[in-house]
């Protein structure tokens, strides 16, 4: 039987900071050697109890440099140092604490030449690493204008998802880029030619820094022992983000003594879309006999109703580690259902309702919105700007700022003023072999006369253009005119379909961006809220008042920093909030329904929903649109997402429901 130490040179005595914990929290900081599987639910401390177990292992004569602390972000890992630091002020700081590549890149540094790199290897940055590609694309593909040939941001994600997922590249381009599978032998290719630039080079990027500590662990025993051997305790935070890559790291990680920690919530993985397996979690008992299992389940975030919320809608998951969250804190409102009639009652309700609770004392900044994709919060965008209300999306750009939005929208202010050079401009570089030097000669080309869209009508090209650019300004120009034909004017809705289809840009955005299909949503979304308007020219005009309303003040008081939050999930994670409105609880929404393909995919949208639950702590609004559109833009009647249908029968326990026209 394997045997676990916990090392210990001083006497064991109470140390006057657990004082500071309560009996679950106290269970982890004290568990004895061997491994350690701490399920620690939404905001039950899980940092408090992970970092005074660190302290406490430095009490008891565990050297600080003999403790790896593995974590998710840089800022996560100075956030425990410093709290470490607070309790053990002269150990902190020697203790081996970062992300996953900060370790990986520590370590390396001391073995990449058993590898083949220098041990001063540079690390590429995304956008250097997607320089590199482009090389290697310039120098294996000698006709790059005439064949269709994924961008390098492209190659570079089935790269990363073959690696992180440990999946190969056949099948992720099968999966994930289906419109290349023809183009498998090139794209293969280019990237073990891209591998080899970077040996070549004696640099990494940031996925060859986990790659490259793998394969010293499995290649190379006597470093492997050497290492295992080295950390005496490892502690690893959110488990349940790690991907299969990471998970076999920490397993080699583990030493003989075997004493590793890992903490995490299984109802909180959510990104499985960056290759994170839950099963990693839920699996840990299995890879590692005689695991201990302590659960944190006293929950200090949020009401003891919206709490009940949550711990109902998870108990529909099937695979899970179960667990009931305990609201320590007072009694609060009861969750609120609000039954909508459509996307714009729904952002009229919630735009009125942040008001209302910024009078009752609430902050915007204290309060958040929640949706399942950037696209369900359109109309909600457009109604705070009218009205005043200042607001910040997290981690991404207003609606209307999106790139390929503005793409799509310079199409149509190219015929609303055709000496929009700008628009030109941006409309013609969306064509391959056409960048903003040949994008202004066409324009002066066309523009000569001083009517560019009478010269495009008769054929005016600009002269002794490039055979590539030639092609791409034909394309551009046939597109141009088929959305100016009478038919389209009419119709803002059509226009955008068009351009997503025949016009093209469903291909550009397949070829050249990583998140294709959100984006095609995006534009969908965009043509319903167009067929709304009876011209273009009204679509347009609707557009530019709104973008010109500064948002500067609120209705009532002065705040200047006072900013609403809109969020997807995903962003959300980690954050908190005293009220919070989740968006489009209809099912092919909220879940969405592309995410709906197996029985793993809907629990990973039920642990969305949970996520977005347990971010209030003391107001939940749950909006429910009766009336959507499908994707030819007619007016269709939602189902209510079945997140909300799960909830029992006698859901009036539970939340209470608000209609509002």
């Known amino acids: 039987m394997r045997q676990y130490t916990l090392k210990r040179e001083k006497p064991q005595g109470r140390s006057a900071f657990l004082n500071d914990l309560n009996d679950e929290q106290r269970r982890v900081v004290e568990a004895g050697g061997g491994p350690l599987l701490v399920i620690a639910g939404a905001g039950t401390g899980k940092t408090r109890a992970l970092t005074y177990r660190t302290a406490w292992l430095m009490e008891q004569g565990t050297a600080p440099d003999r403790v790896l602390l593995l974590t998710f972000t840089n800022k996560a890992a100075r956030e425990m140092i410093d709290r470490v630091s607070r309790l053990a002020p002269d150990a902190a700081t020697k203790i081996w604490a970062g992300t996953f590549h900060s370790i990986a890149n520590r370590i390396l540094r001391q073995h990449a030449d058993r590898l083949g790199y220098g041990t001063n290897y540079g690390i590429l940055d995304p956008q250097e690493a997607q320089d590199l590609m482009d090389l290697t694309l310039a120098r294996c593909v000698d006709d790059i204008g005439k064949r269709r040939v994924p961008k390098a941001r492209v190659l570079l994600r089935m790269l990363s998802t073959a690696v992180n997922t440990d999946r190969p590249l056949d099948k992720v381009v099968a999966a994930d880029y289906p419109q290349f599978v023809a183009d498998l032998p090139l794209i293969d290719t280019l990237l073990t030619a891209y591998l080899g630039h970077k040996v070549e080079m004696n640099v990494m990027d940031y996925d060859d820094l986990l790659v490259n500590w793998q394969l010293l662990l499995t290649d190379h025993p006597d470093l492997r022992d050497a290492w295992s051997s080295r950390f005496e305790h490892i502690l690893v935070d959110e488990f349940q983000d790690t991907n299969l890559m990471q998970a076999r790291i920490v397993d080699l990680m583990a030493g003989p003594a075997g004493n590793l920690m890992v903490v995490g919530d299984d109802a909180q993985s959510i990104y499985a879309f960056r290759g994170a397996r839950v099963r990693n979690i839920l699996d840990f008992p299995d890879r590692h006999p005689g695991t201990r299992i302590v659960r944190l389940e006293r929950n200090y975030r949020s009401t003891p109703q919206i709490v009940a919320v949550a711990n109902q809608s998870i108990r529909h998951n099937r695979y899970q580690f179960e667990k009931t969250l305990r609201a320590e804190g007072p009694d609060g409102d009861l969750p609120a259902h609000i039954v909508l009639g459509d996307g714009d009652v729904q952002a009229a309700f919630v735009a009125q309702r942040v008001l209302e609770l910024r009078d009752e004392g609430i902050d915007l900044g204290q309060q958040a919105v929640l949706y399942r994709a950037h696209y369900q919060a359109l109309e909600l965008q457009l109604e705070l700007q009218k009205r005043g209300i200042p607001f910040v999306i997290r981690s991404g750009q207003r609606f209307f700022e999106q790139a390929h939005i503005r793409d799509l929208l310079a199409h149509l202010r190219i015929l609303f003023n055709p000496l929009d050079r700008l628009a030109w401009t941006r409309v013609l570089k969306l064509q391959e072999g056409i960048g903003t030097g040949l994008a202004t000669r066409i324009f002066d080309a066309l523009a000569a006369s001083g009517d560019p869209w009478g010269a495009l009508q008769q054929d005016v ?119 919070v409105f989740i968006l489009s609880l209809a099912d092919g929404q909220f879940p969405l329904r592309v995410a709906l393909g197996s029985e793993a995919e809907e629990e990973e949208e039920r642990r969305l929903f949970y996520v977005a639950l347990t971010r209030a702590r003391r107001h939940l609004y749950l909006c429910s649109p009766q009336w959507g559109s499908d994707r030819e833009h007619r007016r269709v009647l939602n189902r209510p997402s079945r997140f909300l249908q799960e909830l029992p029968h006698t859901r009036e326990d539970l939340v209470e429901t608000w209609r509002v026209a």
């Open 461 to 579: 090209p600009a002269k002794d253009l490039p055979k590539r650019a030639f092609v791409g300004y034909r394309r551009a120009r046939e597109t141009l005119l088929s959305l100016g034909q009478p038919g389209m004017l009419g119709s803002p809705s059509a226009m955008f379909d068009y351009l997503l289809g025949d016009g093209g840009y469903g291909e550009h955005l397949a070829r050249t961006q990583t998140n294709a299909d959100a984006r095609q949503e995006d534009i969908r979304q965009l043509a319903h809220y167009a067929s709304k308007f009876d011209s273009y020219q009204q679509f347009l005009e609707e557009l530019a008042l709104v973008e010109n309303i500064a948002a500067e003040d609120i209705q009532s008081g002065e705040a200047k920093d006072e900013r609403l939050l809109l969020s997807t999930v995903h962003q959300a994670k980690g954050l908190e909030w005293d009220a």
